[in-house]
C-alpha cells in the first residue's frame, strides 16, 4: 500500500476544505435547522477519517447519527445537501438506505458499538471505525459492548469523540473521569520524563522498571488508557480532534495496528461558530435561525413549557416532588425546575433504562418522580417499565414529550408507539390532553395520584387552546364533548381534536358534521359514554397520531368486544411504522391526518373506501 504524503500543502488544502464545510453547514442549518453544534465539532476528524480509510470497504459508523452532515457532504451528497431534512431529502442521520456509505442505521445512542462489533466479525478484511461521544459511550448498551469487544476483534478501532456534551452538558463520574482528569499535566509532564530518561539511556534496568511502573500507575489513575487497555484496547491518545496532520498521522498508525484500537479524540462542539460555542446546548438541534444572530423565530408556549412551569409551582409547595431527565433537562421543559430545585432534578445521562427504575426507587421511598423524556427514548427502557414499576404497581408519573409525528428528524425519533407500549403493561393509565390548560390540570391531578403508573403524552410545538368555557376540568376516566351533533361521532385524542375541529366546517358543508369529543383518558376508557351514547350514532370514528394497531381505537374495540357490544368503529390513525422526515405539518398531511386529506379519509370510511 502507497504511504500516504502528509505535507503542508495537503494539510492547507484540508484546512480550506474545513472552512467550506463549516461555512456550509451554517448556511443550510439555519435554512432548514438540525444538529449544528455537535457537526461543527467533528469536521477534521471526519475528514481525516475520510482521507486515511478506504471507504466503504471499511466501514464508518456514527453513534446517533446525528454527527454525520459532515460525511455526507464528503461522501457525493454535497449537490443534494441543500434538501437536509426536508421532505424527500437527505435524511437526518445515517441510514443505508441513502447511501452505500451509510452502513448501519442511526438515530438513537448506544448501538453503534455493538453494531460495529458484529459487522467487524462478518468483514474481517475491513476495517470497522466507530466514532461514539463521551455521553454515549456512558451508556449501559455501549458499556456492555465494549466488555465484549475485548481483545476478540482486532479490526475494530473506536474513536472517543469527547467534547463533555450530550444535548446538555454531561453528567455522572464517567463524564467527569472523561472531562477532568485525562488532560492532567502532571500526568504528561511524568510520562514525557520518563520516556525521554528511559530513550536516552540515561538510567539503569532496575531504575527503569520503577520509573516504568510509577507511569502505569499514574496512567492508571488519570487516562481513559487504565479503562480501555484493561478491556484489551490499544490505547492512542489524547488527540487534538482540529488538528488535521495529528489526527492523520494517528489514524495512519491505527489502521495498521492490530485491534482493537481505542482513539481518545478532543473535540469542541460547536468549533468555527462563535453563537454555538458560546452556546453549545442551545445550537445542538435547533430550528431555522438568523445565521448573524443566531436568533430562532418564537413559536409561542409549548407543551413543554407548561408542563415545566406547572410542575415548578407544584414543587414549591411539595418536597417529595422529583423531576428525573435522561440528557435533556431543558428539552424537556425542566430549566427552570433544574435552576430552583438542584437537589431535586436529577439528570441520569442517556441512560433511560436507569431513569425509570431510578424513579421507582423514588417512588417506593414515598417520593413524587415525573420522569420526562422523549417518546421515542422511552423505547430504551421497556424492560424497566414493565418489570421495575408496572409489576411493582408504583406512582411513577411518565411525561411522555415528542409523542406522535415529530418530523424532520425522522423514522428513528417518531413518537408513535407510546401509546400502544403503555397500553400494553401492567397497571398503566394513560393520557393524552388536547390543550394546553388540560395538561396543566392533568399534572396538577398526578401529584396526589398514587395508584400506580401514571402517563400523560402531548405533541411537540405549540399548545392548542379553546374557550375556558368550552372545555370542562379535566378528570381522570371522562370525555367531554365540545360540540354537539347528529349521526356521526368523532372521537378525538390528544393533538388529533384541534384537527378535527380545523376542518369542522368543511365536514358541515358535506353533510359530514357530528359530536366532536375530547378524549384525553385512554386508559380508563369512559365507560359511562360508551354505552350511553354510542348507539345513538351511525358511525364512529377515533383518531389518533400514533400507530393504529394497539392504539387508543384498538383499546375501544377492545372494551366493546369484552362486553358483546356490535358497534363498528372507524380508526383514524397511521398504519405505518417507518414515518420518513419532513416537516410535522407536511407529515400530518400526507399521513391523511390533517385537512383536505383527512376529510377524504372520513368519506372513504363511510363510503367503505381504503
Known amino acids: 500500500m502507497e504511504k500516504m504524503r502528509v505535507d503542508k500543502e495537503y494539510i492547507n488544502k484540508l484546512q480550506k476544505e474545513s472552512q467550506e464545510i463549516r461555512d456550509t453547514l451554517i448556511e443550510i442549518t439555519s435554512k432548514n435547522g438540525g444538529h449544528l453544534a455537535p457537526n461543527l465539532g467533528v469536521v477534521e476528524l471526519t475528514q481525516s477519517i475520510v482521507e486515511v480509510f478506504d471507504l466503504p470497504k471499511d466501514k464508518l459508523l456514527f453513534d446517533v447519527g446525528h454527527q454525520s452532515y459532515v460525511y455526507k457532504l464528503l461522501t457525493g451528497r454535497k449537490e443534494k445537501f441543500n434538501t437536509l431534512r426536508t421532505k424527500g431529502g437527505l435524511g437526518p442521520f445515517s441510514d443505508p438506505k441513502e447511501s452505500n456509505f451509510d452502513f448501519f442505521i442511526a438515530g438513537h445512542a448506544g448501538s453503534a458499538l455493538s453494531a460495529g462489533a458484529g459487522i467487524a466479525k462478518a468483514n474481517p478484511n475491513s476495517k470497522v471505525i466507530v466514532v461514539i461521544g463521551d455521553a454515549s459511550i456512558a451508556n449501559g448498551h455501549s458499556l456492555e459492548a465494549l466488555n465484549n469487544i475485548g481483545e476478540n476483534i482486532k479490526n475494530l478501532i473506536v474513536i472517543l469523540n469527547d467534547n463533555e456534551m450530550s444535548i446538555g452538558k454531561n453528567v455522572g463520574s464517567l463524564s467527569k473521569f472523561f472531562g477532568k482528569l485525562m488532560l492532567s499535566n502532571a500526568y504528561m509532564s511524568i510520562r514525557k520524563d520518563v520516556r525521554s530518561a528511559i530513550s536516552k539511556g540515561k538510567v539503569g534496568n532496575q531504575v527503569k522498571s520503577v520509573l516504568e511502573r510509577i507511569e502505569h500507575s499514574v496512567k492508571q489513575f488519570f487516562l481513559p488508557s487504565s479503562i480501555s487497555e484493561m478491556l484489551g484496547y490499544q490505547f492512542l491518545g489524547v488527540i487534538d480532534g482540529h488538528n488535521l496532520e495529528e489526527l492523520i498521522r494517528t489514524l495512519i498508525v491505527a489502521k495498521e495496528m492490530e485491534g482493537p484500537v481505542f482513539i481518545h479524540v478532543k473535540t469542541e462542539k460547536g468549533k468555527g461558530y462563535q453563537l454555538a460555542e458560546e452556546n453549545k446546548e442551545k445550537f445542538h438541534g435547533i430550528s431555522p435561525?438568523?445565521?448573524?444572530?443566531?436568533?430562532?423565530?418564537?413559536?409561542?408556549?409549548?407543551?413543554?413549557?407548561?408542563?415545566?412551569?406547572?410542575?415548578?409551582?407544584?414543587?414549591?409547595?411539595?418536597?417529595?416532588?422529583?423531576?428525573?431527565?435522561?440528557?435533556?433537562?431543558?428539552?424537556?421543559?425542566?430549566?427552570?425546575?433544574?435552576?430552583?430545585?438542584?437537589?431535586?432534578?436529577?439528570?441520569?445521562?442517556?441512560?433511560?433504562?436507569?431513569?425509570?427504575?431510578?424513579?421507582?426507587?423514588?417512588?417506593?421511598?414515598?417520593?413524587?418522580?415525573?420522569?420526562?423524556?422523549?417518546?421515542?427514548?422511552?423505547?430504551?427502557?421497556?424492560?424497566?417499565?414493565?418489570?421495575?414499576?408496572?409489576?411493582?404497581?408504583?406512582?411513577?408519573?411518565?411525561?411522555?414529550?415528542?409523542?406522535?409525528?415529530?418530523?424532520?428528524?425522522?423514522?428513528?425519533?417518531?413518537?408513535?408507539?407510546?401509546?400502544?407500549?403503555?397500553?400494553?403493561?401492567?397497571?398503566?393509565?394513560?393520557?393524552?390532553?388536547?390543550?394546553?390548560?388540560?395538561?396543566?390540570?392533568?399534572?396538577?391531578?398526578?401529584?396526589?395520584?398514587?395508584?400506580?403508573?401514571?402517563?400523560?403524552?402531548?405533541?411537540?410545538?405549540?399548545?392548542?387552546?379553546?374557550?375556558?368555557?368550552?372545555?370542562?376540568?379535566?378528570?381522570?376516566?371522562?370525555?367531554?364533548?365540545?360540540?354537539?351533533?347528529?349521526?356521526?361521532?368523532?372521537?378525538?385524542?390528544?393533538?388529533?381534536?384541534?384537527?378535527?375541529?380545523?376542518?369542522?366546517?368543511?365536514?358541515?358543508?358535506?353533510?359530514?358534521?357530528?359530536?366532536?369529543?375530547?378524549?384525553?383518558?385512554?386508559?380508563?376508557?369512559?365507560?359511562?359514554?360508551?354505552?350511553?351514547?354510542?348507539?345513538?350514532?351511525?358511525?364512529?370514528?377515533?383518531?389518533?397520531?400514533?400507530?393504529?394497531?394497539?392504539?387508543?381505537?384498538?383499546?375501544?374495540?377492545?372494551?366493546?368486544?369484552?362486553?358483546?357490544?356490535?358497534?363498528?368503529?372507524?380508526?383514524?390513525?397511521?398504519?405505518?411504522?417507518?414515518?420518513?422526515?419532513?416537516?410535522?405539518?407536511?407529515?400530518?398531511?400526507?399521513?391523511?391526518?390533517?385537512?383536505?386529506?383527512?376529510?377524504?379519509?372520513?368519506?372513504?370510511?363511510?363510503?367503505?373506501?381504503?
Open 289 to 610: 435561525f438568523n445565521p448573524e444572530t443566531g436568533e430562532v423565530e418564537s413559536g409561542g408556549k409549548t407543551y413543554s413549557n407548561i408542563f415545566g412551569s406547572t410542575l415548578v409551582k407544584l414543587a414549591e409547595k411539595d418536597e417529595d416532588i422529583f423531576a428525573v431527565s435522561a440528557a435533556m433537562v431543558k428539552g424537556t421543559g425542566l430549566g427552570e425546575f433544574q435552576n430552583k430545585f438542584e437537589n431535586r432534578c436529577v439528570d441520569v445521562g442517556i441512560a433511560e433504562g436507569h431513569a425509570v427504575t431510578f424513579s421507582a426507587g423514588l417512588a417506593i421511598s414515598g417520593k413524587k418522580p415525573y420522569i420526562a423524556i422523549y417518546s421515542t427514548f422511552f423505547q430504551r427502557a421497556l424492560d424497566q417499565m414493565i418489570h421495575d414499576v408496572g409489576l411493582q404497581n408504583l406512582p411513577v408519573r411518565f411525561v411522555v414529550d415528542r409523542a406522535g409525528i415529530v418530523g424532520e428528524d425522522g423514522k428513528t425519533h417518531q413518537g408513535i408507539h407510546d401509546i400502544n407500549m403503555f397500553l400494553t403493561m401492567p397497571n398503566y393509565k394513560v393520557l393524552a390532553p388536547t390543550t394546553g390548560k388540560e395538561l396543566e390540570q392533568m399534572i396538577d391531578f398526578s401529584k396526589n395520584y398514587e395508584k400506580g403508573p401514571l402517563v400523560i403524552r402531548f405533541p411537540r410545538g405549540k399548545a392548542f387552546e379553546l374557550d375556558e368555557n368550552i372545555l370542562e376540568p379535566f378528570e381522570i376516566g371522562r370525555w367531554r364533548e365540545i360540540k354537539k351533533g347528529k349521526k356521526n361521532l368523532y372521537l378525538a385524542t390528544g393533538a388529533m381534536l384541534k384537527e378535527i375541529l380545523d376542518i369542522e366546517k368543511e365536514l358541515f358543508k358535506k353533510g359530514l358534521d357530528g359530536t366532536i369529543v375530547s378524549c384525553s383518558s385512554i386508559r380508563p376508557l369512559d365507560e359511562n359514554f360508551i354505552f350511553n351514547e354510542f348507539s345513538k350514532y351511525e358511525n364512529i370514528f377515533t383518531f389518533e397520531d400514533g400507530y393504529e394497531r394497539g392504539g387508543f381505537g384498538d383499546e375501544i374495540l377492545r372494551f366493546l368486544n369484552e362486553k358483546k357490544m356490535e358497534i363498528n368503529i372507524n380508526i383514524i390513525a397511521l398504519d405505518s411504522v417507518a414515518i420518513p422526515h419532513g416537516s410535522r405539518n407536511i407529515l400530518l398531511e400526507d399521513y391523511c391526518l390533517r385537512g383536505k386529506k383527512l376529510i377524504e379519509r372520513i368519506e372513504g370510511s363511510i363510503n367503505g373506501e381504503k
